[in-house]
Structure formats: C-alpha cells, structure tokens
C-alpha cells in the first residue's frame, strides 16, 4: 500500500511538500509517479521518477520550475516538493507505482495507487 500525506491549505505562493511512504523491501525497483484530480476534471500527470536512484526525472508542463520529485529508498518514500504553488494547483495529489522502467506519464502504467491528499491554494 502507498500512504500520501502533507496536503492542506496554503495562499498563492506558498510551498508544501507531499510524501509517499510505503512497506517492504522493494521499493527502490520501481519508478513512482505523482498525479492529480481538480474538482470536476480528469486525473493528470504531474510528475515521475525513475526507479533505483531516481536518476531520471519528469515533469508536466503546468508544473515544471515549481515542482521537484524526488526519492529516498531507505525511508521507502518518494517526495513531491511545490513551491510558487497557484490556485490551479488545487486538487487531490496521489502517488502511484510504475510497474514499467523508467518515467512514465501514462497512468496505465501504474498498477499501485496511494488514497490521495488534498492540496487547496487560495488566492
């Protein structure tokens, strides 16, 4: 299971950082990927990370410069760090896993998914 936390309230502007923390020893195999779902909208990319050091990275345009994803397989967790954050950022943030190599956009890919935390930004 992915367990998402750090969501909450913040003004325009503002940073938060989400985290992504799962069990087990298998972590580091797989590439992670964050995405989001605003209030009567699709689910959307946001970012991913490749598996083992995460040395491969990417973003969605509508973040990139403001968000950073990173990793830390000791701690089995994957990081999503935003800042400059803008009212259209609000939404639900969820974690999922890569079952494929590399960074994927295409959430078919990921068969784990985390329960989401809420992310609101006022203006």
């Known amino acids: 299971q992915l367990q998402a936390s750090g969501g909450g309230l913040v003004q325009a502007g503002g940073s938060l950082r989400l985290s992504c923390t799962t069990s087990?020893?298998?972590?580091?195999?797989?590439?992670m990927g964050w995405f989001r779902q605003a209030p009567g909208k699709e689910r959307e990319f946001v970012a991913a990370?490749?598996?083992?050091?995460?040395?491969?990275?990417y973003y969605a345009d509508s973040v990139k410069g403001r968000f950073t994803i990173y990793r830390d397989n000791a701690e089995n967790a994957v990081y999503l760090q935003m800042n400059r954050l803008k009212p259209e950022d609000t939404a639900v943030y969820y974690c999922?896993?890569?079952?494929?190599?590399?960074?994927?956009?295409?959430?078919?890919?990921?068969?784990?998914w985390g329960q989401g935390t809420e992310v609101t930004v006022s203006s």
């Open positions: 990370i490749s598996q083992g050091g995460g040395s491969s990275s």
């Open positions: 087990g020893r298998t972590f580091s195999r797989y590439g």
């Open positions: 999922a896993r890569n079952r494929a190599s590399g960074v994927r956009t295409n959430d078919k890919v990921y068969d784990l």
